[in-house]
T-cell receptor, first 110, second 119 residues
Framework: ELKVEQNPLFLSMQEGKNYTIYCNYS?????LYWYRQDPGKSLESLFV?????AVKQEGRLMASLDTKARLSTLHITAAVHDLSATYFC??????????FGAGTILRVKS | GAGVSQSPRYKVAKRGQDVALRCDPI?????LFWYQQALGQGPEFLTY????????KSGLPSDRFFAERPEGSVSTLKIQRTQQEDSAVYLC?????????????????FGPGTRLTVL
């Protein structure tokens, strides 16, 4: 059974600081997704990572995938308040369903 | 264009009541997924349709849960004899298969969800 673990589960950051969220998974896969969820809202797709070594960047967020280590990271650069949300990684191993991590609650403080 | 829509957005049911949750996927999307998200947790897979065929229902927690997509578009998730543990947000997602050799993937687009509260 595929397991997806995120850490930390809660992250309180100061504005302007950098930090990384980690996503480990237990079964070989080369398709991993990062989503953002605001309170009471649905999931917004951030990144799709499709191969070993894939790196994608959008604004202050950068995601990478190491399929050999079964690890993805979401790096936050110079955090701003607008980035406060819950971030989920999800692994797709069959092309027909996603297995999600528990989520990382990010709070950026002024 | 329009995204995935779900209705109702909120539903309060008394224990034992039957409920029906509707999902309208993005037009033309062949795949449709239902997920259950408990408070403070990540979404968990319930079931998957490709057009009208239900190809995977391994995540449905009990035989009280039933999903259908009779014409390959709109889908309904029905929960019979609701229990308090059914309280959660039910998310629907749709996708169009995008194939490109080794870059095949099936990005899912999520609706706003239905928050079900069972009293």
């Amino acid at each position: 059974e595929l397991k997806v673990e995120q850490n930390p589960l809660f992250l309180s950051m100061q504005e302007g600081k950098n930090y990384t969220i980690y996503c480990n998974y237990s079964t070989t896969s080369d398709r991993l997704y990062w989503y953002r969820q605001d309170p009471g809202k649905s999931l917004e797709s951030l990144f799709v990572l499709l191969s070993n070594g894939a790196v994608k960047q959008e604004g202050r967020l950068m995601a990478s995938l190491d399929t050999k280590a079964r690890l993805s990271t979401l790096h936050i650069t110079a955090a701003v308040h607008d980035l406060s949300a819950t971030y989920f990684c999800a692994v797709d191993i069959y092309g027909n369903k996603l297995v999600f991590g528990a989520g990382t609650i990010l709070r950026v403080k002024s | 264009g329009a995204g995935v829509s779900q209705s109702p957005r909120y539903k309060v049911a008394k224990r034992g009541q039957d409920v029906a949750l509707r999902c309208d996927p993005i037009s033309g999307h062949v795949s449709l997924f239902w997920y259950q998200q408990a408070l403070g947790q990540g979404p968990e897979f319930l079931t998957y349709f490709q057009n009208e065929a239900q190809l995977d229902k391994s995540g449905l927690p009990s035989d009280r849960f039933f999903a259908e997509r009779p014409e390959g578009s709109v889908s309904t998730l029905k929960i019979q004899r609701t229990q308090q543990e059914d309280s959660a947000v039910y998310l629907c997602a749709s996708s169009s298969h995008l194939a490109g050799g080794q870059f095949f993937y099936n990005e899912q687009f999520f609706g706003p969800g239905t928050r079900l509260t069972v009293l």
